[in-house]
């Protein structure tokens, strides 16, 4: 097993071992570098990588460990921590999806484990979010927001959603390829 995966929070670390048993190699190697992102060293990440290859999971787990610990700390706010954004609704969607399966595996073996951790929530922000979830999103927002470009802007242009996008600490950007251009 890889040192890096040591540095997890041990519910974020039981279930991905539980879930994958080792790190795949664009998460072994990518892990380090967002990790000393992660602990406020300023710099950006690009992973480049096939599909299949563990890309998602490696930009997000560092992002969730964060939560996970704030979560068991008390000191999860009702706030955007972290902003995903694909040019592809259908990506974003699947994406919104598959982010239950970490945040609820984590969740349940922290419950093994003895450790009560608040709920940390996703939401989904695209063109056919309907208006309650809007609003409810400002009501409460989600600690994850994806989302897509064309969503983003509009979130951009809303002073009352603008002031919610003030507490992201990681931006996740896939499929740069297909919005590099523009």
Known sequence: MTAIIERFHP???????????????VQELGWPVIGDADHERGHDVLLCAPTGSGKTLAAFM??????????ERGALEDEVSVLYVSPL????NDIRLNLEEPLEGAATVARELGIKIATIRAGLRTGDTPANERSAM???????????????????????FREKLKSVRHVIVDELHAIAGN
């Open 62 to 71: 560092w992002a969730i460990n964060r939560l996970v610990i704030e979560a």
């Open 138 to 160: 400002l009501r409460r927002p989600p600690h994850i927001l994806v989302t897509t470009p064309e969503s983003l802007f509009i979130l951009l242009t809303s002073a009352r």
């Open 11 to 25: 519910a974020v670390r039981t279930w991905f071992e539980r879930r994958f048993g080792a790190p795949s190699r």
């Open 89 to 92: 609704k259908a990506l974003a």
